[in-house]
């Protein structure tokens, strides 16, 4: 169950139905339950479904809301492992997670930012789909404790409950530029890229540092086009990988000794 904009969720379910066929020695069938926009309500009543539907697991990215920890309780109490990918929640309530490290993802982009950046007196707009996803919330702190450890650190603005949809994301952008009119650079941890950039156009400002998460399709175009400074991503197909080893190694088909990598952190940047 994946709860994100269909840029993402589409790449990731594309990296799953390329790696689990290849899974030895179990046969994965996997069920897609995918959406931009979920409530809590939603998201449980789904997750309930589940269970009682009977499943060997659930790969799980959604918001660490009380209701949904509530439910997690529930579906690990009654043995069904639950593998969370790229955002976390309390580890009582799943299995392993699957991703980056999100904090030394967000100091990441911060050491770059301040190498590239040619303006220093200007703000920083960091932009996070919700706050209810963990790890949105441990990159921008990986982010804001690199950059508070600075002789002159920048000033910060964080919105967020954009949920990356384009629309929302492009408002809430709009009035942080009317509101502050000293905003250069970006920090994008929640997407809808596309809509930041014309926030500022229509504007008529200009961002100097644009770094970003993620090589979905949209991402790829602005990189090519350098409107992104630097992209931080991951290989999906190996989280696939990742991910069908915990529930071999849950289930005993694969032995407990194998070893299971953490996800690397990888950079891209516009050809010169």
């Not at 449980?44 to 479904?49: G, H, R, T």
């Not at 009380?66 to 492992?81: F, K, S, W």
């Not at 993620?214 to 991910?243: E, I, P, Y």
């Not at 000794?257 to 990888?266: A, C």
Request: charged share 25%.
């Amino acid at each position: 169950m994946i709860q994100s904009p269909k840029r993402f969720s589409s790449a990731v379910r594309a990296a799953l139905e390329a790696e689990l066929p290849l899974v030895k020695p179990a046969a994965f069938r996997a069920r897609f339950h995918l959406a931009e926009v979920m409530d809590d309500k939603a998201i449980v009543s789904k997750l309930y479904a589940i269970a009682r539907r009977g499943t060997h697991g659930i790969v799980l990215k959604v918001p660490a809301t009380p209701a949904i920890e509530a439910c997690l309780q529930v579906i690990t109490d009654r043995g069904i492992p639950v593998v969370t990918y790229v955002t976390d929640v309390p580890e009582p309530l799943r299995l392993a997670y699957v991703g980056m490290e999100n904090r030394r993802a967000g100091a990441t982009a911060a050491y770059l930012m301040t190498r590239m950046r040619r303006n220093t007196g200007g703000r920083v707009l960091v932009t996070l789909s919700s706050q209810m996803f963990q790890g949105e919330e441990q990159r921008r702190i990986g982010f804001a404790d690199y950059l508070s450890k600075l002789p002159d650190p920048p000033a910060i603005l964080t919105v967020s409950e954009g949920l990356g949809v384009n629309r929302t994301t492009k408002k809430i952008v709009m009035e942080a530029l009317a509101a502050h009119s000293d905003i250069d650079c970006v920090y994008s941890i929640g997407g809808g890229n596309r809509a930041v950039l014309e926030a500022f156009a229509e504007a008529g400002r200009t961002v100097d540092i644009f770094a970003a998460h993620d090589l979905d399709q949209t991402n790829r175009k602005l990189l090519d086009s350098g409107q992104l400074s630097f992209v931080l991503h991951h290989d999906f197909r190996q989280d696939a990988r990742r991910v069908s080893l915990h529930f071999l190694k849950y289930h005993k088909l694969v032995p407990q000794s194998v070893e299971i990598e953490q996800t690397d952190i990888s950079i891209a940047c516009p050809l010169p």
